[in-house]
């Protein structure tokens, strides 16, 4: 429990305690990109991949935005005049793209999330944001699935959350076991979706019906 509590914790302070001292600079990012042109056999030098460690290093700002990016700067906009709402509110079929920490492989799919409002509710777009901010960083499934369900804990105004994530990893299609197709779903539950195996099996149908 203490591990998943752990590991469920953002990955910027994880980062913070693993950090080699200081961040790379571009000129050494990109030269380890170079190196890994080399490593694959190609030649870093030739027309078509000189400008590539460049373009390498500028994605990577981009698909690994999210650990510059704290959940809780977007999960501040709460409406609290929603006409007394308190029933379950579901933002299904988030679409992601996230890279495995073990070959920095993509893994992609959709998220689910649900939670019971508690005087206010989340305004409908962070759902999505929330999803990249932990899916733009080095990731596996189930560590992304509980940190977006602890995110939502940590809010007062939820008062119990429901994650679901439904993915294909690179990993596992394109090489290794070579499984395409193979779908990856995990979730991770709190308040009454944790308690009531009713409330759970709302959520789980609510998912799956079109
Ligand atoms: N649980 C979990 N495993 C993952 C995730 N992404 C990738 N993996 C797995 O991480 C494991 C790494 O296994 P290793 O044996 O250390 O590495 P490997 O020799 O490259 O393994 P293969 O992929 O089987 O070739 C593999 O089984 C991957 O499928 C994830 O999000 N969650
Ligand atoms: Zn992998």
Redesign the pocket.
């Given at each position: 429990m203490d591990d998943m509590v752990k590991s469920a914790r953002p990955h910027r302070e994880r980062a913070k305690k693993n950090a080699i001292g200081r961040k790379p600079t571009r000129e050494e990012a990109e030269a380890a990109v170079a190196t890994l042109l080399a490593w694959a056999g190609d030649d870093p030098s030739r027309e078509g991949l000189r400008e590539t460690p460049a373009r390498v290093a500028k994605a990577y700002l981009e698909v690994f935005a999210g650990y510059a990016q704290d959940p809780s700067d977007v999960l501040d906009t709460v409406f609290e005049d929603v006409g007394g709402y308190g029933e379950m509110v579901l933002v299904k079929d988030i679409p992601f793209y996230s890279h495995?920490?073990?070959?920095m492989?993509p893994?992609f799919g959709h998220a689910h999330i649900a939670y019971y409002p508690a005087g206010g509710v989340f305004g409908l777009s962070k759902f999505g944001r929330l999803v990249d901010i932990y899916a733009r960083r080095l990731?596996?499934?189930?560590?992304?699935t509980a940190q977006i369900l602890a995110a939502l804990d940590a809010r007062l105004n939820s008062r119990g959350a429901a994650v679901m994530i439904e993915?294909e990893?690179m990993?596992?299609s394109m090489?290794?076991?070579r499984k395409p197709g193979a779908t990856?779903v995990?979730m991770q539950f709190s308040g009454p979706f944790k308690t009531d195996p009713a409330e759970q099996a709302r959520f789980l149908s609510l998912v799956r019906r079109r």
């Open positions: 495995c920490e073990h070959h492989a893994f990731q596996t499934q189930e560590t992304m993915a990893h990993c596992m090489r290794g076991v990856t995990t």
